[in-house]
């Protein structure tokens, strides 16, 4: 019965990725403007983050729709196919769970915020 299961949610999931990643690219609403000295310093801010991420994952998604429209160019990294990317998550953040967050401070630190609203509301203060 379990084998069933798990068969019919990779189906599930087979099926579902591809509208899900097509209605994201439907959906993702336009960036705000900026002069180009004002964008060149939120792009030199983006510098110190990195979105870890699953590609069809609906946090993930509603996460990068809002990066998009804040205009970020976030380094996104996938920790579903990147094993690389998955250890670091792991071994960083403590735990691997998506959407989360890299933040490298200016003084060396790093935080790891999970959560799309959180990740969200941190974005929204920090550039918008």
């Keep these: 019965m379990r084998i069933?299961?798990?068969y019919?949610?990779?189906g599930l999931r087979v099926v579902l990725a591809p509208i899900m990643l097509i209605s994201e690219k439907l959906?993702?609403?336009?960036?705000?403007?900026?002069s180009p000295e004002e964008q060149a310093?939120?792009?030199?801010?983006?510098n110190s983050l990195a979105l870890y991420q699953f590609r069809t994952c609906p946090f993930c998604i509603k996460v990068r729709?809002?990066?998009?429209?804040?205009?970020l160019t976030i380094e996104k990294r996938d920790a579903q196919l990147d094993?690389?990317?998955k250890k670091a998550l792991q071994e960083g953040g403590g735990r691997v769970k998506v959407p989360c967050l890299k933040i490298a401070h200016d003084d060396g630190r790093e935080e790891w915020l999970y959560e799309s609203d959180e990740i969200n509301r941190w974005l929204h203060q920090r550039f918008a």
């Design 27 to 34: 959906s993702t609403p336009q960036a705000v403007k900026r």
């Design 65 to 71: 729709k809002e990066m998009a429209r804040l205009g």
């Design 83 to 85: 094993p690389d990317h």
């Design 4 to 6: 069933l299961i798990r």
């Design 8 to 10: 019919f949610f990779r």
């Design 41 to 46: 310093k939120v792009d030199e801010a983006c």
